[in-house]
């Protein structure tokens, strides 16, 4: 059993203990597979237990096991972090216990969802009028894009680069699509000249690939799109956020004619996981392909609920970290943390280019860095493993033509230049 608010400091002064101390743990977690399963009870207590144990257990059974993703030396798949304004509102989320099942379950959660996901389409210069809401995961996100797009178009099949993300290409099979993967020409873009959409129900265009964080031609590809009566999906889960720099605004240069578009603050924005922003300019379509309210939840002061406008009809009450975040940071804080990330991503591009023994292997995009060591993809893979097994640094990889690439990330707000120098030092060395 627990006393809240004893248990509860004691969980808060763990959780700002965490992160005053993540930069001293190894950052990919040092257990082999199974290792922590074998140390957790087979089934649940009988009797309940103080909460302390809980934390306890957490310094002694969960902590090693843990890959840091708080860690300001996580530069693998795409860096992320969760600021103490989110995580503050998760608690409080978790306390209010909303389930937004239709309007009248939680107006809050509502009208609050629509409000902020509606601040952000602002700083990201999408249109006007645009409704949008919020998903679990790009994944779900793109997975409620392609049952309109499938809806509407009465068409069965899916269009999307070669290196769009594995979550459109998972989407499209579980709804039993065609799936039509397009090359990409020398920008790691999608290619145009071969498109036949006649028959296509969607397009998906990524805005910053998981790879390479290049940009397909949205521009284009809506033109075709709508053209062949086809649905554009934009998936900009990771870049779609630093659109709030005027710099970056060229990525969504199209995207004004997109039918949807995913961003995912829990990606760039300093949001805790989960929170994906899915907008529509079709909402008309979007809430045919998904409403269906139950008689139990028919009322009469029923309004659009959130729930028409994807899968899940039970829903948390994720529009609340997004607010404190956007307040406790503002949109300029935001906009700084990112132009300080793509500053020390061009200065590590920079560390490489002047050395010999280093290449870049793809265009600088964003924050992230696609390089190799001048030498074997073996090589490459045994300076992966041994970087990543000091504990010190995390990077990851991915293949460019065959050949095995390395891929710095950068994302977390805790990250400075003296880690980022830090990761060039242990790729040296
Ligand atoms: C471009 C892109 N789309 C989709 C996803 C999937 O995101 P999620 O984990 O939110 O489903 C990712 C993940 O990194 C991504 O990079």
């Known amino acids: ?84 304004p989110g995580i503050l509102a998760e608690l409080i989320a978790a306390t209010l216990n909303q389930v937004a099942l239709v309007w009248r379950a939680s107006p809050a959660s509502t009208e609050l969802e629509l409000r902020t996901v509606d601040w952000v389409r602002q ?15 790009a994944s779900t996100s793109t997975l409620a894009a392609l049952i309109a797009a499938r809806h509407v178009t009465g068409r069965n099949a899916t269009v999307f680069s070669e290196h769009a993300h594995s979550s459109v290409e998972k989407d499209a099979r579980m709804l039993g699509m065609e799936i039509r993967k397009v090359p990409v020409d020398e920008n790691l873009a999608m290619r145009t000249d071969d498109l036949d959409l006649s028959d296509v129900a969607a397009v998906v265009a990524t805005v910053g690939t998981t790879s390479f964080a290049s940009v397909d031609p949205v521009r284009e590809l809506a033109d075709r799109a709508h053209a062949a009566g086809a649905w554009l999906h934009v998936d900009a889960a990771y870049a779609g956020s630093a659109a709030i720099l005027a710099e ?29 922003l899915l907008w529509t300019s079709r909402p008309n379509e979007f809430r045919e392909a998904f409403s269906l309210t139950p008689e139990y939840l028919r009322t009469s002061d029923y309004v659009d609920s959130l729930s028409d406008y994807g899968p899940a009809l039970g829903r948390r009450f994720r529009s609340l970290k997004l607010w404190a975040v956007l307040r406790c940071y503002g949109a300029e804080g935001l906009r700084s943390i990112q132009r300080e990330h793509m500053r020390l991503a061009r200065l590590f591009a920079d560390w490489v280019e002047a050395d010999p023994d280093w290449e870049l292997a793809a265009p600088l995009r964003f924050s992230l860095v696609v390089f190799r060591r001048k030498g074997t993809d073996e090589e490459n893979e045994a300076i992966l493993e041994r970087a990543n097994r000091s504990g010190e640094i995390f990077v990851s990889h991915t293949k460019l033509d065959g050949r095995y690439v390395l891929r710095l990330a950068i994302g977390n707000f805790r990250t400075t230049e003296a880690d980022v120098r830090h990761a060039w030092d242990v790729l040296n060395r």
């Open 248 to 276: 970056n605004r060229w990525m969504l240069e199209g995207a004004e004619r997109a039918d949807s578009l995913v961003i995912n603050p829990h990606k760039w924005l300093l949001v805790p996981m989960d929170c994906s």
């Open 1 to 84: 059993m627990t006393d809240f608010r004893e248990d509860g400091a004691a969980a808060l002064e763990w959780a700002a203990r965490y992160l005053e101390r993540v930069d001293e743990l190894p950052v990919l977690a040092r257990v082999e597979p199974g290792e922590l399963a074998a140390r957790l009870p087979l089934s649940a207590p009988e009797e309940a237990e103080p909460f302390a144990h809980v934390l306890r257990d957490l310094d002694e059974l969960i902590l090693p096991a843990l890959t840091n993703w708080q860690h300001p030396r996580f530069f693998a798949y795409f860096a992320v972090s969760a600021s103490e």
């Open 123 to 137: 700083l990201l210069g999408l249109p006007e009028g645009w409704h949008g809401h919020i998903e679990d995961t």
